[in-house]
């Protein structure tokens, strides 16, 4: 059987802000990536039985669909947890990547020695307690919630399957503030889709944390984009590689205060915000910015104040069709 001179892309997630962004960019990557997309019902990641033999089934589909080609790469990018979620939330979470790791792991070394395997992790959740700026790959890591911890936790199952497989290549993508159209608005994050929704249905959004609160925010096909050019520089080095942590961010911080301001500059009106008990803003640092020092591309990213133009008129066209939901709570 003549092989496919390319890698099989599988994306665990595709459904999501980051997800369907990897859909979208993909293409511009051909030959290299040839995306999977098998039939399925939807995985059951709250039925954690259900989801075992799912995941067996899909794995043993994939792993037999690459026969036809020289590697493959998973990237994962699942998951709903957030800052504010439950502990059994995110551990669950956790548990579920252990599960499909677990599958993996047992599979012939010639199928894992072709592979790559992408995490989607989280920057803001890993160094949520740096005391020094901008963080950089190498910077110690400081969670300061449960969810940063789980995100280590997450990086050191991949790290685990690494050491037993050291030809299988490992990526480790430690993304700032995802944002871009499509966002899940019925997540208690997002905070610049939050704010856009809350403009157009001119209703208060609540705000917990200070307007001084300094964050970076990566437009999600940026993300993408360099997350599959940072898989290819990966995959073309010929090397025997330890697991790859990377920062994916725009490297350009702005407060909550200023990107205010730039939504009252592109719609004429004033953001409605209100200051309930900060709740949370313990375990939200004053400021989070970052630098990647690894892995390092020229790249031209999407200034913040076109993307929220492009994520206003996003939201403004579902709020025609009468699709943009309502905040369940102001």
């Known amino acids: 059987m003549t092989k496919e001179p390319c890698n099989l892309l599988w994306i665990i997630g595709e459904r999501g802000l980051l997800g369907s962004a990897l859909k979208k960019r993909y293409p511009s990557h051909q030959p290299h990536f040839t995306l999977w997309q098998p039939l399925r019902p939807p995985f059951e990641w709250e039925r954690p039985e259900i989801l075992k033999t799912q995941f067996a089934t ?182 025997i590689m330890a697991p790859s942590v990377k920062i994916f961010a725009s490297e350009d911080p702005i407060s909550i205060s200023d990107i205010l301001g730039l939504l009252h500059r592109l719609t004429g009106r004033e953001p409605l915000v209100s200051y309930p008990n900060q709740t949370f803003s313990i375990l939200q640092p004053k400021t989070l910015s970052f630098r990647s020092e690894v892995l390092i591309e020229s790249y031209q990213f999407k200034p913040l104040v076109e993307g929220l133009s492009e994520l206003l008129d996003y939201q403004e066209s579902q709020l025609q069709l009468g699709e943009l939901p309502f905040p369940e709570a102001v």
């Open 58 to 239: 899909q794995i043993e589909l994939f792993k037999n669909k690459t026969a036809q080609f020289e590697g493959w790469t998973i990237l994962w990018a699942a998951g709903a947890g957030v800052i504010g979620s439950s502990e059994s939330a995110l551990k669950g979470e956790t548990k579920n990547l252990s599960f499909f790791l677990e599958t993996l792991k047992n599979l012939d070394s010639s199928f894992l020695e072709k592979g790559t395997f992408c995490l989607a992790s989280s920057a803001g959740g890993i160094w949520a307690g740096s005391q020094t700026f901008p963080c950089i790959e190498s910077s110690p890591e400081c969670p300061i919630s449960e969810y940063g911890r789980q995100k280590l936790e997450q990086e050191q199952l991949l790290k685990s399957l690494n050491k037993q497989n050291p030809i299988l290549k490992v990526l480790l993508a430690r993304i700032s503030n995802l944002y871009g159209p499509g966002q899940k608005l019925s997540k208690p994050q997002g905070l610049l889709s939050q704010l856009c929704r809350c403009i157009l249905l001119k209703v208060p959004l609540n705000i917990f944390v200070p307007l001084e609160t300094v964050r970076d925010y990566i437009f999600s096909e940026d993300c993408a984009e360099l997350m599959l050019r940072a898989i290819k520089k990966i995959q073309l080095s010929e090397s």
